[in-house]
Antibody, heavy 119, light 108 residues
Framework: EVQLVQSGAEVKKPGESLMISCKVS????????IGWVRQMPGRGLEWMGV????????RYSPSFQGQVTISADKSINTAYLQWSSLKASDTGMYFC????????????WGQGSLVTVSS | SYELTQPPSVSVSPGQTARITCSRD??????VHWYQQKPGQAPVLVIY???ERPPGIPERFSGYSSGTTVTLTISGVQAEDEADYYC???????????FGAGTKVTVL
């Protein structure tokens, strides 16, 4: 059974750093792209970027390039989303998801990680 | 930047047909995929590559593509289909992907 299990909710202050995780099981981690999707409160889904854990090839949406870092540790089947300096506007739910093949659709999703940034 | 346009809302009576459109501003050289999201839950893939239905998705969900518009159709709508629906597609390079703004389907 394919599973993506994300780390828990976080409450941070502006300027702090944060890394959230997505641990996968039930398939070969290194052969599928993993993506991150943001959903701000009451808003729609936003495609942030993807990583191919096999070779760490990473692609970012222009909207998120330079704002976050996506990484993966194939030794523990885990993908990460990282901020070096959080802003209040980073508040939202963040989902990881498995990209099935080269057509970009996400067939399995994590449960989401809620990030709250507030002073 | 590449954009996908969806209607903000669609209302439908139980048993009727809901049609949700997703319009692209260029030629359709990338597939469109559809997700259903209920409050407090992660999205669920309901249609991929314009017309394909994943295992476990009811047959009442179908997809259709014509020109620069792709349509998600829910036939015989049920109360449990009330949710937000998002389309997704890639730009011409197939490297970057975007979601539409979402359509809220209300079952009257």
């Amino acid at each position: 059974e394919v599973q993506l299990v994300q780390s828990g909710a976080e409450v941070k202050k502006p300027g702090e750093s944060l890394m959230i995780s997505c641990k996968v099981s039930g398939y070969s981690f290194i052969t599928h792209w993993i993506g991150w999707v943001r959903q701000m409160p009451g808003r729609g889904l936003e495609w942030m970027g993807v990583i191919y854990p096999g070779d760490s090839d990473t692609r970012y949406s222009p909207s998120f390039q330079g704002q976050v870092t996506i990484s993966a540790d194939k030794s523990i089947n885990t993908a990460y989303l990282q901020w070096s300096s959080l802003k209040a506007s980073d508040t939202g739910m963040y989902f990881c998801a498995r990209q099935s093949d080269n057509y970009g659709y996400f067939d399995f999703w994590g449960q989401g990680s809620l990030v709250t940034v507030s002073s | 930047s590449y954009e996908l346009t969806q209607p903000p809302s669609v209302s439908v009576s139980p048993g009727q047909t809901a049609r949700i459109t997703c319009s692209r501003d260029d030629l359709p050289d990338q597939y469109v995929h559809w997700y259903q999201q209920k409050p407090g839950q992660a999205p669920v893939l309901v249609i991929y590559k314009d017309i394909e239905r994943p295992p476990g998705i009811p047959e009442r969900f179908s997809g259709y593509s014509s020109g620069t518009t792709v349509t998600l159709t829910i036939s015989g709508v049920q109360a449990e289909d009330e949710a937000d629906y998002y389309c997704q597609s890639g730009d011409s390079t197939g490297i970057y992907y975007v979601f539409g703004a979402g359509t809220k389907v209300t079952v009257l």
